[in-house]
């Protein structure tokens, strides 16, 4: 047996043919000092997947089996060495396509919701103590909290909840990436404003209208956020068979999409086409980017509010790159909140995170009002006591076993 906690190089071999499977150095945790609590043996070999096969083979012919998709991580959470929302986590660090949403996954692992909610629930239960009190004790002299101290603290209580709801929309786009479709008349230059928000080219760029005819999709980031842009074929009331296909499929794009780029060539007048463009689009979340700032411009600033109405405008030059930093930034303004967050502070990404927050604060809310109609205490220490089990569905210590294996199935194999 290795010894515990110290890396040994070994030689493997099939207990069956007693031939030599690799070299490796083998490393043995002992429980509960493991990732699971359990013990547990690490193989590091040689990167081969023959190899790696070989050796599962010969460990599942001495009794072992493969391991569930996160079975390693659901027995880490059943013996508690980490709670489920950082069991959650640790799936966002291994889905992670930018240092960003691993380093907010990273802060969810370490345990970083559960000492959010931890002031919550410490104030919950020194009211739900307090309250008990009141009622178990109604007929002796003992000090209780009046109930304006009490709804003073589910006060706090409440706001802080609320304000970690209200993060879960940065949250969720941190953690899933949006979409953005660049969408505008042919020849406004939505091809090079598509090229200028990726850093290359990868859409081709001519002077002839219509030269994008079908969707161009690429992913990148903005600011560590995942966004997969679509450049789309140009709109006019006009053209042939192919064009119209291609018309059909951006407009559709723009439905779908989180957000539009609705692209305008200020070097020319503006038509009736894009005012009724951006009518079109006026339910969707949007920027108008004024193009081809490098040029003289026909377009007066007065004719650009009028033609962006309630959406935020910019002035671009994807030619020489003027003003696009600019409008990445107005694009996650646009997506994410008028306000700009913390990058640093605390953010929730998980949607069933959320909707426990919401059931929380919910119950919190009754229960407070029950204290301000002056009914009695129980009916507050009913909702209060639901407050408590909503916020622990998030860190898994209430009412989440029949969503375990649905959690956990989403992890890869072997984490």
């Known amino acids: 047996m290795p010894e515990p906690r110290k890396a040994s190089l070994r030689r493997l071999t099939d207990p069956r043919s007693g031939e030599e499977i690799d070299e490796a150095v083998v490393a043995f945790f002992e429980a509960p000092h493991s990732y699971t609590g359990e013990n547990l043996a690490e193989f590091s070999l040689h990167g081969n997947p023959v190899i790696a096969s070989a050796l599962l083979d010969a460990l599942c012919h001495l009794g072992a089996r493969l391991a569930e998709p996160g079975e390693f991580t659901m027995r880490a959470f059943l013996r508690g060495r980490i709670d489920l929302a950082g069991a959650e986590a640790i799936r966002d660090v291994i889905d992670a396509r930018t240092l960003y949403q691993a380093q907010i996954a990273g802060r969810q692992r370490g345990g970083a919701l559960a000492k959010e909610l931890q002031p919550v629930k410490d104030r919950l239960i020194e009211t739900i103590v307090n309250l008990e009190s009141a009622v178990e004790f109604a007929e002796e002299d003992l000090p209780t909290a009046s109930r304006e101290t009490i709804l003073g603290l589910l006060g706090d209580a409440a706001r802080h909840i609320e304000k970690l709801i209200h993060s879960f929309r940065k949250g969720r786009i941190i953690r899933e990436g949006f979409t953005l479709a660049i969408v505008g008349p042919p020849n406004a230059g939505k091809s090079s404003v598509f090229n200028a928000l990726l850093g290359r080219e990868r859409s081709i760029v001519t002077d002839i209208p219509g030269t994008t005819r079908d969707l161009v999709s690429e992913d990148t980031a903005i600011d560590g956020i995942p966004v997969r842009l679509e450049d789309t074929a140009g709109l006019r009331a006009d053209g042939g068979e192919i064009e ?62 009028a033609l962006a109405g309630s959406w935020p405008y910019i002035d671009v030059s994807a030619k020489t790159g003027h003003g696009i930093d600019e409008a990445r930034a107005l ?6 909140g008028e306000e700009e967050p913390d990058r640093d502070g605390f953010l929730v990404t998980n949607l069933r995170h959320c909707q426990a927050l919401e059931k929380a604060l919910a119950s919190l809310s009754r229960g407070c009002e029950a204290l301000k109609k002056g009914m009695s205490e129980e009916f507050a220490l009913f909702d209060l006591r639901g407050v408590l089990d909503a916020l622990g569905e998030i860190t898994g210590e209430t009412g989440v076993e029949d969503l375990l294996d649905e959690i956990f199935s989403c992890f890869c194999i072997g984490k």
């Open 331 to 336: 694009i996650l303004k646009r997506i994410s």
């Open 244 to 305: 119209k296909l291609g018309m059909e499929r951006s407009r559709q794009a723009a439905v779908d999409a989180d957000a539009v780029l609705l692209v305008v060539d200020t070097s020319r007048n503006l038509t009736e086409e894009e005012y009724s463009l951006w009518r079109e689009l006026t339910s969707q979340a949007g920027i108008v980017i004024f193009n081809k700032s490098d040029l003289p411009a026909r377009v007066t600033e007065d004719e650009k509010r």
